[in-house]
T-cell receptor
Framework: AQSVTQLGSHVSVSEGALVLLRCNYSSSVPPYLFWYVQYPNQGLQLLLKYTTGATLVKGINGFEAEFKKSETSFHLTKPSAHMSDAAEYFC???????????FGKGTTLSVSS | DAGVIQSPRHEVTEMGQEVTLRCKPISGHNSLFWYRQTMMRGLELLIYFNNNVPIDDSGMPEDRFSAKMPNASFSTLKIQPSEPRDSAVYFCATLREPHGNTIYFGEGSWLTVV
């Protein structure tokens, strides 16, 4: 069965600092991996996804993530945090295109000035 | 292009009442998912449909919950009778199969049962 573990339910960084949100997955087949962001009182918005091909994927708002099969990880990074990045971030996995996503518990990112 | 449309956005109801949540998928999307979000359990998949047919309803918590998709442009999630522990945000999400792999979410229905 698939599962996702997000290490750290809350991450705090200063504006301009590196953002690193961790995600590890469990899947019996090559996974499809996703990061979504949720701003307060809103739905989830796709940040980026890995399906096949290049293991470093770039998303919106300067975020990127790298699929590392050997580590079963898909960590999300951004070189320089902005106040507007404060939100909740969810990592998700599916076993094939078009099937339901299994989500991690989420990581709340706080950005201080 | 309109996104996934959910209604109502907010509902407060008394325990024991029937609650119906509605979802209009993005035009052309033929897979539809209902998720529930709570602080304790995070995002849980309740049920998903493909071409209006329920594919996996193993996440539906109990018989008080039911979901239908009578046509390609409408789905409902019903709770009868509602209980305080059903208080949560319910998200509808849709996808175009077979080639799509991005699931698009609605804004959610915020349910409070008192």
């Amino acid at each position: 069965a698939q599962s996702v573990t997000q290490l750290g339910s809350h991450v705090s960084v200063s504006e301009g600092a590196l953002v690193l949100l961790r995600c590890n997955y469990s899947s019996s087949v090559p996974p499809y991996l996703f990061w979504y962001v949720q701003y307060p009182n809103q739905g989830l918005q796709l940040l980026l996804k890995y399906t096949t091909g290049a293991t470093l994927v770039k998303g919106i708002n300067g975020f990127e993530a790298e699929f590392k099969k050997s580590e079963t990880s898909f960590h999300l990074t951004k070189p320089s945090a902005h106040m507007s990045d404060a939100a909740e971030y969810f990592c998700a996995v599916s076993e094939k295109a078009g099937t339901a996503l299994i989500f991690g518990k989420g990581t709340t990112l706080s950005v201080s000035s | 292009d309109a996104g996934v449309i959910q209604s109502p956005r907010h509902e407060v109801t008394e325990m024991g009442q029937e609650v119906t949540l509605r979802c209009k998928p993005i035009s052309g999307h033929n897979s539809l998912f209902w998720y529930r979000q709570t602080m304790m359990r995070g995002l849980e998949l309740l049920i998903y449909f493909n071409n209006n047919v329920p594919i996996d309803d193993s996440g539906m918590p109990e018989d008080r919950f039911s979901a239908k998709m009578p046509n390609a442009s409408f789905s409902t999630l019903k709770i009868q009778p509602s209980e305080p522990r059903d208080s949560a945000v319910y998200f509808c999400a849709t996808l175009r199969e077979p080639h799509g792999n991005t699931i698009y979410f609605g804004e959610g229905s915020w349910l409070t049962v008192v």
